[in-house]
């Protein structure tokens, strides 16, 4: 798995003169906590203002960096002090990050008993973790549409970052695109690294908040393109997944959205899904999209139709 180098000066460009300042110290005098870096997911704490520590996650690229976040309020430009305090913990002292790689490989040694009590003791002491236990869980889901997934949930929140607020000029949005193509270009990286979740998590956040944020631009086709150029790569890498069954759940999600998306969206949506129910391995999905229509006011039935019948009625 190929890491960025970064460099102080490289952290620097990224943020105003204050912020680095003030990230440097925050770096000298230990404020970052429990440095952990998961595949390219570089997340820690940070000691701040606040009484408890802010949550920091940078998502890395084998070039460089794709998003930022942290939970603090700053907003004035470029990366905040926090920030700058993880990445330079990143590119000054390595050695102190801890790999979750590593740790996980070492649970899948384990026996389930260890693994429940292990689980047991991080709800217990962490409980805002228990919704993405059940995520990940049998736990019946009873809303009656189905809730984000707990990374698409993630994922969604650092895109929006990327879209910022309000009405997007010519060329702002042509800067954001820049940034999700590189978000796009990194999930399909993790494809190949059979990093297969984070990368349809990914994807499948750049999908929705392109088409939640297509109202805040001219509405011209350069979000559409983008769009089928995410599809595309989604369904290369279901198409190479050992597991396709795994995306059902993105997939159903996909399709909902579908249903509320603009016009210009449903046929890239549409034929995106056609073409993933069309697998051996994916023929529930048809189930899955047939009773969606069904279940729907505003489409016709239908029925026991065979896929191409049933994408017939949907688009029209």
């Given amino acids: 798995m190929q890491l960025p180098e970064l460099t102080p000066d490289q952290i620097q460009q990224r943020c105003t003169e204050q912020s680095y300042i003030r990230g440097v110290d925050y770096f000298h005098t230990g404020a970052i906590g429990n440095a952990t870096l998961h ?9 701040g203002t606040d009484i408890d520590p802010y949550h920091v996650t940078v998502e890395l690229t084998p ?44 649970l899948e040694e384990k026996p ?14 962490v409980p805002e973790l228990i919704p993405i236990a059940q995520a990940y869980s049998a736990v019946p889901v009873t809303p009656p549409r189905p809730e984000p997934l707990p990374l698409v949930a993630v994922y969604r929140e650092q895109i929006d970052g990327i879209f910022g607020r309000g009405f997007l000029e010519k060329h702002r949005l042509q800067d954001v695109l820049s940034l999700l193509e590189d978000l796009r270009r990194h999930a399909e990286s993790l494809g190949q690294l059979e990093e297969t979740e984070r990368a349809l998590s990914i994807l499948h956040a750049l999908i929705h908040q392109s ?101 017939s009625i949907w688009r029209n």
């Avoid at 595949?39 to 000691?47: A, I, N, V």
């Avoid at 389930?112 to 002491?125: A, M, V």
């Avoid at 046929?267 to 529930?284: K, V």
Wanted: hydrophobic letters at 40%; charged letters at 20%.
């Fill in 63 to 106: 070039t460089g960096i794709a998003t930022v976040d942290c939970s603090c309020p700053y907003d004035w430009g470029g990366d905040c002090k926090h920030i700058v305090a993880l990445l330079l913990t990143y590119a000054e002292v390595p050695d102190t990050i801890y790999s979750l790689d590593t740790l996980l490989a070492a």
């Fill in 211 to 311: 088409i939640a944020h297509y109202s805040d631009t001219l509405q011209g086709d350069e979000l559409p393109r983008f769009i089928k150029k995410c599809t595309r790569a989604f369904t290369r890498i279901v198409e190479n997944t050992p597991e396709p069954a795994a995306i059902q759940e993105h997939c159903q999600m996909l399709l909902r959205l579908s249903f509320d998306a603009e016009p210009v969206f449903t046929s890239l949506l549409t034929d995106f899904l056609e073409q993933l129910c069309l697998m051996e391995e994916l023929a529930d999905l048809q189930v899955a999209i047939e009773h969606a229509l069904d279940e729907s006011p505003d489409r016709p039935k239908a029925c026991s139709a065979p896929a191409c019948v049933v994408f």
């Fill in 112 to 125: 389930k008993p260890n693994l429940l009590q292990i689980i047991s003791e991080l709800l217990t002491r």
């Fill in 39 to 47: 595949g390219h997911t570089l997340s820690g704490t940070c000691e």
